[in-house]
């Protein structure tokens, strides 16, 4: 085990195992639970119930969940509202059993990622921190230079944003220029997609 658990997790790269809806990206719960249990066997998680016994929380007009994650005795608590698939609050009268679920699910990913497996999706980039080091498999013809690609990034990212300094502090980093080959390979990737 690494002595820094949240830098072991959040050098995982995630970026295949996550799907677009709407503007939002999802990590597979699945997955994310898995790939913790892997690392950390002794990891739980907890489903907070309102004082009815409920599985969500309600104002009278919309829900939410509140979820926990152990790892190495720390909790991250995670709220989410339950959504419908335009990411719209459901109003209380609306909400069902497998709203509820989903919710849930998404939720516990949310917690996962906070001790660092695919934190980086939460922060709007579909990228992981990485260094050249880690074993990644890459296929260098299939992109363009790193100039190339650092110019195609910043037309979405330009100097001086919010968005790039985001992405720069995701990446531990300066300047683009600063960043591995897989890092701008993921954003590429991303960027190229729209």
Request: glycine share 6%.
């Amino acid at each position: 085990m690494a002595d820094n658990y949240f830098q072991e997790l959040n050098k995982i790269d995630v970026s295949g195992k996550t799907e677009k809806k709407g503007n939002l990206t999802y990590l597979s719960w699945a997955w994310a639970w898995g790939e913790l249990k892997k690392k950390h066997p002794d990891a739980s998680y907890t489903i907070y119930e309102n004082t009815e016994g409920w599985n969500y929380h309600t104002d009278g007009k919309t829900a939410w969940v509140k979820t926990g994650v152990t790892v190495n005795g720390l909790e991250h608590i995670e709220y989410l509202p339950v959504m419908d698939f335009r990411n719209n609050s459901i109003p209380v009268e609306k909400v069902t059993s497998t709203d509820v679920n989903k919710t849930i699910q998404r939720s516990l990913t949310k917690a996962v990622a906070r001790h660092g497996l695919g934190l980086y999706i939460y922060a709007g980039e579909d990228l992981p921190e990485c260094d050249t080091k880690d074993p990644v498999e890459i296929n260098k013809a299939s992109y363009p230079s790193k100039d190339q690609m650092i110019k195609e990034i910043a037309k979405k990212y330009p100097y001086g944003s919010e968005n790039l300094k985001a992405l720069l502090a995701t990446f531990q980093v300066a300047k683009l220029e600063d960043a591995t080959d897989v890092q701008l390979q993921a954003v590429y990737n991303k960027v190229s997609k729209k």
